[in-house]
């Protein structure tokens, strides 16, 4: 498994944090490929209070200082416009908890990086989306994300996993996996190895776009599956976009494309049956409606035109992730069982074709909502 499930002294970490109140427990939490996530509670007198521990995943993200101080200045900056909309900072943006020397992280004598946010109550986050309403209230939560930060004042945020879309490299970099083998295990995935060098031409275009001046650099959060973000228990609303290692420059339609593979997905990342995965046109319906009523007027014509591709592309970006780090050997995303890196390629590829299939759809449902 490529980060093993671990116990650590939770108690022992969170008293190096900012916070009133003695340790009762940790348990791990959530369903995220990358960091070790905990949800920590403490008691303040008669109150509970909860927090969300993470150790960040240092082997991906190789300067986690620069992440935290991207973080920081997002969750401010957000803060300050939740509030002028007459919002709630404590609920609708992630908030940083100090360390005692004031800083957004820690480092445990092991040299391990974790932080701690304030726990949102009363929503929860998805592996699988339920209905329409819930995907077009996350889609739409998205694109105010998307708003929210274009004017994040300053330098440039750094780019804390250089090339993360750059799918023209992510397919160099396959192919590299593929020529070297290391684990022998080309052989056994020969057909989702030719689907994918099939489409090379594919993995070019949104690359190509932003390298001729067509499309514009923007602020984006890079990685926006369902599961980051927090669906209020009572309203159903998309309370709060979280997971915000990723937010640095790149397109729209990074995020827009990196919905769609599990927003208007009818089954789980990791369904093993395969007959029951494919694009729902109707969730894709309601995820571009969501999208489009936060972000009308603040994207290009160029970006609209390209949004049903961008689903299209970045299922294919992913699918390719998980196969290259399955060549790899499952050095990358956290895995539940040898074939999991390979079960989620099956289902992202199949995604893919049923999108070449219903591309036309696809384009008359944002040509709907444009
Ligand atoms: P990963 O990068 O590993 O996906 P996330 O930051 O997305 O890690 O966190 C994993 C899960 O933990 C989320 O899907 C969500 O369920 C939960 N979570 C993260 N932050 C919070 C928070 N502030 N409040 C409540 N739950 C949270
Ligand atoms: C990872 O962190 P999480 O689980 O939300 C990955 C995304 C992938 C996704 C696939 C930093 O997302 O890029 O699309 O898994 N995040 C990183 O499910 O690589
Ligand atoms: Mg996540």
């Known amino acids: 498994m490529s980060v093993p499930t671990r116990i650590f002294d939770l108690k022992a970490i969170s008293a190096n944090f900012a916070i009133d109140g003695c340790f009762t427990e940790a ?19 008669t109150t509970e209070l909860k927090y969300i521990f993470q150790r960040i995943n240092t082997n991906i993200f190789k300067t986690p200082e620069k992440v935290m101080e991207n973080i920081q ?7 300050k416009q939740i509030v002028a909309q007459g919002g709630d900072p404590l609920r ?12 957004s992280f820690f480092v445990s004598p092991e040299g391990h990086y974790w932080r701690a946010y304030l726990f949102i109550d009363k929503a929860k986050t998805y592996d699988i989306v339920l209905d329409g309403r819930h995907i077009y209230n996350a889609s739409r939560a998205f694109g ?16 804390v996993l250089p090339d993360f879309h750059n799918t023209e490299k992510r397919f160099v970099n396959f192919t590299n996996a593929l020529a070297k083998d290391a684990k022998n295990r080309a052989q056994s995935v020969k057909t989702e190895v030719a689907f994918v060098l099939a489409r090379e031409k594919d993995a070019k275009i949104l690359c190509g776009l932003l390298r001729d001046g067509k499309i514009p650099e923007r602020i984006t959060h890079n990685d926006t599956k369902f599961n980051n973000v927090m669906i209020d228990d009572v309203t159903g609303e998309g309370i709060c976009v979280i997971d915000l290692d ?3 420059p790149g397109l729209v339609l990074y995020d827009f494309g990196d919905s769609v593979r599990i927003g208007a997905s009818t089954a789980a990342e990791d369904e093993k049956d395969l007959s029951k995965v494919g694009v729902d046109l109707g969730l894709f319906d309601r995820l571009a409606a969501g999208y489009l009523d ?3 007027g603040f994207l290009t014509p160029v970006e609209l035109e390209y949004l049903a591709f961008s689903a299209k592309l970045l299922t294919f970006e992913c699918g390719m992730r998980f196969l290259t780090d399955y060549i790899e050997g499952d050095t990358y995303f956290k895995i539940k069982h040898p074939e999991h890196n390979i079960d989620r390629c099956r289902t992202q590829l199949k995604m893919v074709a049923d999108m070449e299939e219903k591309m036309g759809k696809m384009e008359e449902i944002v040509e709907k909502f444009k």
Not at 144 to 159: E, M, N, V, Y
């Open 92 to 103: 609708e943006t992630l908030n940083v908890v100090l360390s005692h020397d004031n800083r």
């Open 246 to 248: 990723t937010v640095m």
């Open 73 to 79: 200045r997002v969750t401010s900056h957000l803060k």
């Open 294 to 296: 936060a972000v009308r």
């Open 144 to 159: 105010f994300f998307q708003r929210r930060i274009a004017d994040l004042p300053g330098d440039r945020l750094f780019d």
């Open 27 to 45: 348990i791990p939490y959530g369903n995220g490929h990358i960091h070790d996530t905990f949800l920590a509670s403490f008691m303040s007198g």
